[in-house]
């Protein structure tokens, strides 16, 4: 089992950053691909951006590239998502998952290969 807690969410201007933290406890953490995924109101939850077990591969939606970067830390146990020039349409509850094959070499972007999510934060832009 892995438990994921995000938290750094918050109601911000257009144009900001946030920074997002996904701390992880049970399983070797450092063995798993991790994801950011986001649920906007009335929206199906969404592909934000991935990263491999090592950190070296990463993935990213189109909508967030240039401006999100997906980073970990293994030995704090945790999956940063920064994001700048924040827009009122990447208001969402931001979810982090973990991909349950260790070791695995693809980085995923659907959500159903991701087996352990946590409950998510609030991430709101105002224009």
């Known amino acids: 089992q892995v438990q994921l807690v995000e938290s750094g969410g918050g109601l911000v201007q257009a144009g900001d950053s946030l920074r997002l933290s996904c701390a992880a406890s049970g399983r070797t953490f450092s063995n798993y691909n991790m994801g950011w995924f986001r649920q906007a109101p009335g929206k199906e939850r969404e592909f934000v951006a991935a990263?491999?077990?090592?950190?070296?591969?990463?993935r990213y939606a189109d909508s967030v590239k240039g401006r999100f970067t997906i980073s970990r830390d293994n030995a704090k146990r945790t999956v940063y998502l920064q994001m700048n020039s924040l827009k009122p349409e990447d208001t969402a509850v931001y979810y982090c998952?973990?991909?349950?094959?260790?070791?695995?070499?693809?980085?995923?972007?659907?959500?159903?290969?991701?087996?352990?999510w946590g409950q998510g934060t609030q991430v709101t832009v105002s224009s």
């Open positions: 990263i491999s077990w090592s950190g070296r591969s990463t």
């Open positions: 998952a973990a991909d349950p094959v260790p070791f695995t070499t693809k980085v995923v972007v659907t959500q159903d290969k991701y087996n352990y």
